[in-house]
C-alpha cells in the first residue's frame, strides 16, 4: 500500500498538490490544443448509448490500471483525460481528499464500470484525481463489468464511437463474431464496414452461381471471411505492410487493396491475384515517409527510361 510522509501539515500539503495538478492540467490542455491529442474523458452514456452495450456482472474489489480509467458517468467535464482537475469547485473536495491520503496512507476504493480493458468511474473521482497526481499507478476498486459486443481499450477516443458504432452493426447483421470469434476488423476510416457488407453481398451471390444454390447468410459472410478476407491480412502480415501505412490498420489495407486488384485485373486481367495487388499497392502509395521518397524516387527513375534519349550532337 501506498504511503507519504508528512513534512508539511497534512491540509497544506494537499493544497500544494492541487496547485500543482492544476497548472500540469493547464499544460496538458495548451499542448492537446497544440497537436490535436484527446484530452477529455469520455462520457460512459455516450458510450453506452453509440456502442449498445448490454447487460453487466459485478465483479468485485481488483487492482485497476489507473491509465484504463478514460471516462465517467457523470464527472467528464471535471477532469482531463489524465483525470487533472480543470473546474475551480473541485478544490475544495480533492484536497479534503488529499488530506485523507496524508493522514491515513490509504483511499477507500473506487466504483468503475469496465467496458473491455477500459474504466469508467461511477464513484471516486477525486481519488483517483489525487491518486494519479502522486503518481500511483493502480487503485483498488469496485468493479461493475458492462458487455460491449466490440472490443474496446483504454486508448478509445470519442473520434473512435462512430466507427466502434458501425462495427457493432456490421457483427449485428454478420454475426462475425460468432462464427469467427477470432475475428478483430478495425477500421480508422468511417464507412468501411457498409463497404465489408457490400463484399460480403457481392461474394455471396457469385457463390450461388457457382454451386447453383442459394447461399446463408452465415455460410456467405464465414467463406468471405476465410477465403478473401484472412487471405488478404495474411499478405499483408506475412509482408509487414503495416509498416508502410503507419497508423492504419489490416482491415484499411484491406479495402484499398482489393480496389487495387480489381483496377489491375481491368488492366492486365484476372490472372492477378492479391498479393500481387497488395505489393504492387504498397509500392506505389506508402504512407511511410521515408518509403514514400523512396518510392517516388524509383517512379522517376522508371519514367526517365521511357523518355527518348537526349541528342549528344548538335543539329546543323
Known amino acids: 500500500m501506498e504511503e507519504f510522509p508528512m513534512e508539511r501539515p497534512a491540509t497544506a500539503e494537499a493544497a500544494a498538490w492541487y496547485r500543482r495538478a492544476r497548472l500540469r492540467a493547464a499544460l496538458r490542455a495548451l499542448l492537446a490544443r497544440l497537436t490535436g491529442q484527446p484530452n477529455r474523458l469520455l462520457s460512459f452514456e455516450e458510450v453506452r448509448a453509440k456502442l449498445g452495450l448490454r447487460g453487466s456482472a459485478y465483479r468485485g474489489l481488483q487492482r485497476v490500471p489507473l491509465a484504463h480509467i478514460i471516462g465517467?458517468?457523470?464527472?467528464?467535464?471535471?477532469?482531463?483525460?489524465?483525470?487533472?482537475?480543470?473546474?475551480?469547485?473541485?478544490?475544495?473536495?480533492?484536497?479534503?481528499?488529499?488530506?485523507?491520503?496524508?493522514?491515513?496512507?490509504?483511499?477507500?476504493?473506487?466504483?468503475?464500470?469496465?467496458?473491455?480493458?477500459?474504466?469508467?468511474?461511477?464513484?471516486?473521482?477525486?481519488?483517483?484525481?489525487?491518486?494519479?497526481?502522486?503518481?500511483w499507478t493502480e487503485i483498488e476498486a469496485e468493479v461493475i463489468e458492462?458487455?460491449?459486443?466490440?472490443?474496446?481499450?483504454?486508448?478509445?477516443?470519442?473520434?473512435?464511437?462512430?466507427?466502434?458504432?458501425?462495427?457493432?452493426?456490421f457483427l449485428e447483421?454478420?454475426?462475425?463474431?460468432?462464427?469467427?470469434?477470432?475475428?478483430?476488423?478495425?477500421?480508422?476510416?468511417?464507412?468501411?464496414?457498409?463497404?465489408l457488407l457490400e463484399h460480403i453481398a457481392v461474394h455471396r451471390y457469385f457463390i450461388g452461381l457457382e454451386t447453383g444454390?442459394?447461399?446463408?447468410?452465415?455460410?456467405?459472410?464465414?467463406?468471405?471471411?476465410?477465403?478473401?478476407?484472412?487471405p488478404v491480412v495474411e499478405v499483408i502480415r506475412e509482408h509487414r505492410l503495416l509498416e508502410d501505412f503507419?497508423?492504419?490498420?489490416?482491415?484499411?489495407?484491406?479495402?484499398?487493396?482489393?480496389?487495387?486488384?480489381?483496377?489491375?485485373?481491368?488492366?492486365?486481367?484476372p490472372e492477378v491475384d492479391a498479393e500481387a495487388?497488395?505489393?504492387?499497392?504498397a509500392g506505389q502509395f506508402t504512407e511511410h515517409p521515408i518509403r514514400r521518397f523512396l518510392s517516388e524516387v524509383r517512379?522517376?527513375?522508371?519514367?526517365?527510361?521511357?523518355?527518348?534519349?537526349?541528342?549528344t550532337e548538335p543539329k546543323v
Open 72 to 135: 465517467s458517468v457523470n464527472r467528464y467535464q471535471d477532469f482531463d483525460r489524465a483525470f487533472l482537475p480543470i473546474q475551480r469547485h473541485t478544490a475544495d473536495r480533492w484536497i479534503a481528499v488529499g488530506t485523507v491520503l496524508f493522514q491515513d496512507g490509504h483511499l477507500p476504493p473506487v466504483r468503475l464500470y469496465k467496458v473491455g480493458e477500459a474504466y469508467f468511474v461511477l464513484d471516486g473521482h477525486h481519488r483517483i484525481s489525487v491518486a494519479r497526481a502522486l503518481g
Open 146 to 169: 458492462v458487455q460491449s459486443r466490440v472490443p474496446i481499450g483504454p486508448e478509445l477516443r470519442a473520434e473512435d464511437l462512430e466507427i466502434l458504432r458501425e462495427y457493432e452493426e
Open 173 to 195: 447483421q454478420t454475426q462475425l463474431d460468432r462464427l469467427r470469434p477470432e475475428a478483430d476488423i478495425r477500421f480508422t476510416i468511417a464507412g468501411g464496414y457498409q463497404r
Open 213 to 230: 444454390r442459394e447461399i446463408p447468410a452465415d455460410e456467405a459472410v464465414a467463406h468471405w471471411y476465410d477465403t478473401v478476407y484472412r
Open 246 to 269: 503507419p497508423g492504419r490498420t489490416e482491415a484499411d489495407l484491406y479495402l484499398w487493396i482489393m480496389d487495387h486488384l480489381y483496377y489491375l485485373r481491368e488492366a492486365y486481367g
Open 277 to 281: 495487388a497488395a505489393l504492387d499497392y
Open 299 to 311: 517512379r522517376a527513375v522508371e519514367a526517365l527510361g521511357t523518355l527518348p534519349p537526349l541528342e
